[in-house]
């Protein structure tokens, strides 16, 4: 799970509405998304790990060396970003690799690493929304997931 994109949800969209269930899940064992969870004040028993990745397999998300670099979405995380949030998810993420290792955060396999997610919505079994990750720092946009979680 994008460190980045995680905040965003817990911010805007875990408010906004009460009767809507959301479930953060990561590449990696599920002691990292418990890590995960901790560094970003997120209940960890809505955090999940997708250690071998299956559920990405499942759901075709992307991977491989291919997808990793991707400047103008960089770009566009800056632009959503103020210095201040920047800062607070560089420390973020540094505690949870001073509290646990990044050893202990990455997927046993690294190739796991190089995965894209994505974000979905289902209503019931019903996917109302999808939205998969391309390259690094390409996630969903918060006012479509909005839109679509209240309709």
Same mark, same amino acid.
């Given at each position: 799970?994008?460190?980045?994109?995680?905040?965003?949800l *817990?911010?805007?969209?875990?408010?906004a509405n009460?009767?809507?269930?959301?479930?953060?899940?990561?590449?990696?064992?599920?002691?990292?998304?418990?890590?995960?969870?901790?560094?970003l004040?997120?209940?960890?028993?809505?955090?999940?790990? !997708?250690e071998?990745?299956?559920?990405?397999?499942?759901? %075709?998300?992307?991977?491989?060396?291919?997808?990793?670099?991707?400047?103008?979405?960089?770009?566009?995380m800056?632009? *959503?970003?103020?210095?201040?949030?920047?800062? !607070?998810? %560089?420390n973020? /993420?540094k505690?949870?690799? #001073?509290?646990?290792?990044?050893?202990?955060?990455?997927?046993?396999?690294?190739? #796991?690493?190089? *995965?894209? %997610? %994505?974000?979905?919505?289902? *209503?019931?079994?019903?996917?109302?929304?999808? /939205? /998969? #990750?391309?390259?690094?720092?390409?996630?969903?946009?918060?006012?479509?997931?909005?839109?679509?979680?209240?309709?």
């Open positions: 799970m994008c460190w980045e994109h995680a905040s965003q *817990r911010d805007k969209v875990l408010p009460k009767n809507v269930k959301l479930f953060f899940v990561g590449i990696g064992s599920a002691d990292a998304a418990k890590e995960f969870a901790t560094q004040d997120i209940d960890p028993a809505i955090c999940f790990g !997708d071998g990745g299956v559920m990405g397999d499942v759901l %075709g998300l992307e991977k491989g060396i291919k997808t990793m670099w991707n400047p103008p979405a960089v770009n566009q800056m632009s *959503r970003n103020d210095k201040k949030e920047l800062e !607070d998810l %560089g973020s /993420y505690n949870a690799v #001073d509290n646990v290792g990044f050893k202990n955060l990455a997927p046993e396999n690294t190739k #796991d690493t190089l *995965r894209q %997610g %994505g974000t979905f919505i289902f *209503r019931g079994t019903e996917p109302i929304f999808e /939205y /998969y #990750d391309s390259k690094v720092g390409d996630n969903a946009d918060i006012d479509a997931i909005l839109a679509t979680i209240n309709n």
